[in-house]
């Protein structure tokens, strides 16, 4: 594998839910090469998203540990240089129209200028999305506002890419230009990314294909990965 | 510009909205409570001030008193007038006479002027409506308007004055005449107890009429533009002799408790109308807590491009801070625009309500003085700014409060 850019080590996770312990993650491990991309399927509660909110250092694990380009820092100041998300319901400030909300990622990180504006236009350009650019979220369809989403994503040049389930609220065409668009600006930039899904085809784009069933992460041949691989 | 300040002027005045409608109700609720306070102070403080200007134009800046009377008033005058500071010294006496005009009967308070002196001291000739100073003599006498009018005396008119010696004569079985005086003069000082219960006369006609001789009640004094009056009265007091028995004492003093009590009713108005203010930070409050629930997964979503907590909170606080400042500028424009046209607005409520004259008769003034000082303003726009910003901070706090993965999640 070339450089590690994500590596999680023996992740554990429980929540508490009245007087019952649930066992979220059970010793989960990944590791994700620079320019690589991983998918993870599993069925609902299955433990997914806990997993991407403790690879993006938004949550704590209970035990095991996470290395972003091998170091453990993995807090605020440094989450919005290293990574970008991209989550299922777009999440973008309705206040803002789409050149603001791309820049908003670039705000966060102290810097903003004509350069900065440029960038974000020039991206917004390759995400499609030249002439919405002032337009607001209200203004926009589902699969512009995911662009625009995926845009912020990747407006800092992170080194990785979280993605959780951003298709979910797509219809299946639009999912597939906007999982296509993701894929290629990650490969373009040499950026990683780790994507939640449930959908088989987005999965089979991806370079490697795991699964999650019960808080276990195991790995789903691209062969195979209508089938979920049998339990132990 | 900082994100969380981008963000809080984005949220309250979002793009490509021309009137955002949350925005706006905060602010005018704000600047309401702002406006009713600078009203509010403003004729409190109008008021204020004319009655000290009264005060100070028909007693002077220091007044001197003795127990009884000032036997040798010009010898205590010499004395006075050397004193740094003061600029006209002027002689007084002063008492309840009974006027009669045409059969009516009033008791008006009469004074006594010294016409040499008392010019450098009160600036009687200003307030001279009809008629002039300079045709008062031992023989005339000048009335207040409003006595003028209920009785119906104009000028060239005869009253008949006379005073509590008229009693006291009796008492020895001598005969006192009342004085009959020509009226020269009537004059309107803008205060009702004064112009409806005054007359002026000559000090020497006063004297006559009390018996008094050459005694006087007391001395006025004028002082220096700028100088303190109460510095004024202890530097006479320092030099006056202790066997005369007399004592300076300057206007606030003599009008210690009357003070107190503008001061004391301007600061209840303040302290009643701020709450005003404070039921309008509830409700920016109420809003921005809304808010905060509203937008649950966009805090969530600001966590995870990097967002500290402290950020997110200034971002809620700046957003009252916000509200605080254009509600003040708002309500600063929206009450001096309202006093601009102040008496316009009393113009066409008494004629609504025919009630002139009842408002001279109770209120004493017939326009609507307003003076907002500059300690009262600051206190306006440092209270509402910090009332509104810590209307901010709850909703702040539960913001702060907010994980980005809890927010993230929730629904």
Redesign the interface.
């Known amino acids: 594998m070339s450089e590690v850019i994500l590596e999680a080590r023996g992740l554990h996770k429980t929540y508490l839910s009245g007087d019952r312990r649930l066992e979220v993650l059970r010793d989960v491990s990944l590791a994700v090469g620079r320019g690589e991309s991983v998918s993870i399927r599993g069925e609902s509660g299955s433990g997914k998203s806990t997993l991407l909110h403790l690879l993006a250092g938004l949550d704590q694990p209970d035990s095991g540990d996470v290395r972003w380009g091998g170091t453990a820092d993995t807090g605020t100041a440094r989450r919005a240089k290293f990574l970008g998300m991209v989550f299922q319901s777009f999440y973008l400030i309705p206040e803002l129209n789409a050149l603001e909300n791309v820049l908003m990622a670039m705000r966060m990180q102290g810097r903003i200028g004509a350069d900065e504006r440029a960038r974000a236009q020039a991206m917004l350009a390759r995400v499609g999305l030249a002439g919405r650019a002032h337009h607001l979220p209200s203004h926009l369809s589902g699969g512009e506002r995911q662009r625009v989403a995926v845009a912020r994503a990747l407006i800092n040049s992170p080194q990785l890419i979280l993605a959780d389930e951003p298709t979910g609220n797509l219809d299946e065409k639009t999912g597939e230009a906007v999982i296509g668009l993701l894929l290629d600006l990650c490969a373009e930039t040499q950026t990683a990314l780790v994507l939640v899904t449930h959908n088989v085809a987005h999965a089979a784009r991806t370079a490697r294909a795991l699964f999650m069933h019960d808080g276990v992460l195991r790995t789903a041949p691209i062969s195979s990965v209508s089938e979920p691989p049998p339990l132990p | ?3 969380y300040l ?2 809080a002027l ?2 309250l005045f ?3 909205k021309r009137f955002p409608f949350f925005t706006a109700i905060s602010v005018l609720g704000v600047a309401l409570g702002v406006a009713l306070l600078v009203v509010s102070i403003s004729v409190m403080g109008g008021f204020g001030r004319e009655i000290r200007r009264m005060i100070v134009d028909t007693q002077g800046d220091v007044q001197i008193r003795a127990g009884g009377l000032i036997n040798d008033p010009k010898a205590l005058m010499r004395i006075v007038a050397k004193v740094p500071g003061v600029v006209g010294v002027t002689p007084f006496a002063e008492g309840v006479g009974m006027l009669e005009y045409d059969r009516k009967p009033v008791f008006p308070i009469i004074q006594g002027v010294d016409l040499t002196h008392v010019n450098d001291v009160i600036p009687l000739s200003r307030y001279i409506r009809v008629g002039s100073l300079d045709d008062l003599d031992d023989d005339t006498v000048i009335l207040s308007s409003q006595l003028a009018y209920s009785i119906g005396a104009q000028i060239g008119g005869k009253v008949q004055i006379s005073s509590p010696l008229l009693i006291e004569k009796l008492k020895s079985d001598e005969v006192f005449l009342p004085r009959e005086l020509t009226v020269v003069g009537i004059f309107e000082i803008g205060h009702q107890q004064l112009d409806s219960n005054t007359v002026i006369v000559t000090l020497r006609r006063m004297q006559d009429l009390y018996g008094l001789g050459g005694a006087v009640h007391g001395l006025d004094v004028k002082i220096t533009p700028g100088l303190d009056a109460d510095e004024a009265a202890r530097r006479i007091n320092a030099v006056l002799p202790p066997a005369a028995g007399v004592e300076a004492r300057s206007w606030i003093e003599l009008n210690q408790q009357f003070l107190f009590v503008l001061q004391l009713e301007k600061n209840l108005i303040f302290i009643l109308l701020i709450f005003i203010v404070v039921v309008a930070a509830f409700s920016v409050t109420s809003s921005l807590l809304i808010s905060v629930v509203r937008k649950t ?2 805090i ?9 907590s402290r950020e997110v909170a200034l971002c809620f606080c700046l957003q009252g801070l916000f509200i605080g400042v254009s509600g003040t500028l708002s309500g600063l424009a929206l009450g001096f625009g309202f006093l601009a046209c102040r008496n316009d607005v009393l113009r066409l409520f008494t004629w609504l309500t025919d009630s002139q004259e009842a408002l001279e008769r109770y209120y004493q003034f017939s326009r609507v003085p307003a003076y907002l000082a500059p300690g009262d303003l600051t206190m306006i726009i440092v209270c509402t700014i910090v009332i509104s910003t810590l209307a901010g901070i709850l909703p702040a706090w539960r913001a702060a409060r907010l ?3 809890e927010a ?2 929730s629904e």
């Not at chain 2, 969530?300 to 500290?308: D, E, M, R, V, W």
């Open positions: 510009m900082p994100w981008y963000l984005k949220q979002p793009t490509g997964r966009e969530g979503l600001l966590g995870a491009l990097g967002g500290g994980k980005p993965v993230l999640r």
